[in-house]
């Protein structure tokens, strides 16, 4: 008898079929990053996986491509994990290529997949303890007078909200970050409306937040998602409150941390999340070519480095 093969088909519901009570595939999250379909994979036995995914035009071309949203979504999976991407009938797509950004942690979408950066935890279960260094930072703010709270971010203060978005768009500004990473107050106010969020906030002495974080809770920890500092009180490096109450916080709810990692290798950021975590393991990300002859063609003159799609890279 013929095994069935695995195929995958485009559902245009905005990623409600991919809908779980984790941050990254929730309402929340797909309207906020404008999600498109859902990428429905079953395997012929009752088996299924359903990634939410962002459908765009390939310009200039009657093609169309997709990725996935922010942060790390993988899949709502029903009995389906680690798929072959080889063993997968992706003409039902009527996509070029996908790429999908997966789980911090297993279980994975699809087998294999490409190593990205180093990613940095705190995990409760372990030993925690920060360099020495930090800690002299933490105590002496709190001398001075700053004072670090946690609350769901649906509860936070509009001081405390506006506080939050300031210290992330001047971080944003001085680190030269793309355009992607300055959000809309859409976005923000989607962020804030989750239930899977929460703001960790240090005010100055004076009043006002120096520093700030939204952590999100999605399959089994919490995402240190977003942050950023004031300007006027970066001498004082209040982000390590901060990262402390953030801590305590993942410790009174049992669950790891996850940090995240640098914009670049060994940078300084990537330096100083490592210095507070006890733990590590490297993204992942598939790389999914659905129309090979169509990719190769739209991409001829740009395959010299790891850009994927590759017909996306910038020509040099």
């Known amino acids: 008898m013929r095994m069935m093969r695995t195929s995958a088909v485009l559902v245009p519901d905005q990623g409600a079929s991919a809908l779980s009570e984790d941050y990254f595939r929730s309402a929340h999250h ?52 680690e798929v072959s991407k080889e063993e997968v009938d992706w003409s039902g797509t009527e996509l070029v290529s996908i790429f999908v950004r997966d789980r ?8 294999g997949g490409t190593e990205r950066n180093e990613v940095f935890f705190i995990d409760p279960r372990l030993p925690v303890a920060f360099r020495e260094m930090h800690y002299r930072h933490i105590r002496r703010n709190l001398r001075l007078g700053f004072v670090s709270t946690a609350c769901e971010a649906r509860e936070a203060s509009r001081e405390d909200r506006e506080g939050f978005q300031e210290a992330y768009r001047q971080t944003m500004v001085r680190e030269g970050a793309s355009s992607r990473y300055f959000f809309s107050d859409v976005y923000f106010e989607e962020l804030f409306s989750s239930p899977y969020a929460w703001l960790v906030t240090t005010h100055a002495p004076q009043g006002g937040v120096a520093s700030a974080a939204l952590c999100v809770s999605s399959d089994g920890m919490l995402h240190y998602y977003l942050g950023g500092t004031v300007d006027a009180h970066l001498a004082r490096s209040p982000a390590k409150n901060v990262f402390g109450t953030l801590a305590e916080l993942c410790s009174r709810r049992g669950v790891p941390l996850h940090l995240g990692g640098g914009i670049r290798p060994g940078d300084s950021l990537e330096q100083f999340k490592r210095s507070l975590s006890n733990a590590s393991s490297r993204l992942h990300t598939h790389e999914l070519i659905c129309e090979p002859t169509v990719y190769a063609r739209l991409s001829e003159g740009r395959t010299g480095s790891d850009f994927f799609p590759a017909y996306r890279s910038p020509r040099s």
């Open 104 to 111: 911090v942690s297993g279980p994975r979408c699809f087998a």
């Open 30 to 81: 797909l309207r906020a990053e404008r999600v498109t379909h859902t990428l429905l994979i079953e395997d012929g036995g009752g088996n299924a996986q359903r990634v939410p995914l962002i459908v765009r035009p390939i310009e200039g071309t009657p093609y169309r491509d997709a990725i996935s949203p922010y942060g790390f979504p993988g899949g709502a999976l029903v009995g389906l994990q």
